[in-house]
């Protein structure tokens, strides 16, 4: 069983950074893609950002492209996205995935594992 859970989330101003963190177990995190999906209330869950098992190849939303970069650390077996220049419109739960198939998690297919999620709540 694979086990992601994710850190970071909090309340913070328009305009603030913040840096979610997911952290996996088990010993094939190095085979999987990684991607962060949002969910705010009463809409539609929706990709955020994925980068492939080995951090060479990444895919934003059209919403984030530029003030988000998503990032792995494949010693520590954990996923970053650093979240620049927060908008209200960012606020929702956010979701760590892992998947074999990169595809899995642009388009939003069947997703292997999924976190618990972590609150981010952007103010203005």
């Known amino acids: 069983q694979v086990q992601l859970v994710e850190s970071g989330g909090g309340l913070v101003q328009a305009g603030d950074s913040l840096r979610l963190s997911c952290a996996a177990s088990?010993?094939?995190?190095?085979?999987?893609?990684m991607g962060w999906f949002r969910q705010a209330p009463g809409k539609e869950r929706e990709f955020v950002a994925a980068?492939?098992?080995?951090?060479?190849?990444?895919y934003y939303a059209d919403s984030v492209k530029g003030r988000f970069t998503i990032s792995r650390d494949n010693s520590k077996n954990t996923v970053y996205l650093q979240m620049n220049s927060l908008k209200p419109e960012d606020t929702a739960v956010y979701y760590c995935?892992?998947?074999?198939?990169?595809?899995?998690?642009?388009?939003?297919?069947?997703?292997?594992?999924w976190g618990q999620g972590t609150q981010v709540t952007v103010s203005s």
């Open positions: 980068i492939s098992s080995g951090g060479d190849n990444t």
């Open positions: 088990g010993r094939t995190f190095t085979r999987y893609s």
């Open positions: 995935a892992a998947d074999l198939n990169f595809y899995d998690l642009k388009y939003l297919r069947t997703i292997d594992y």
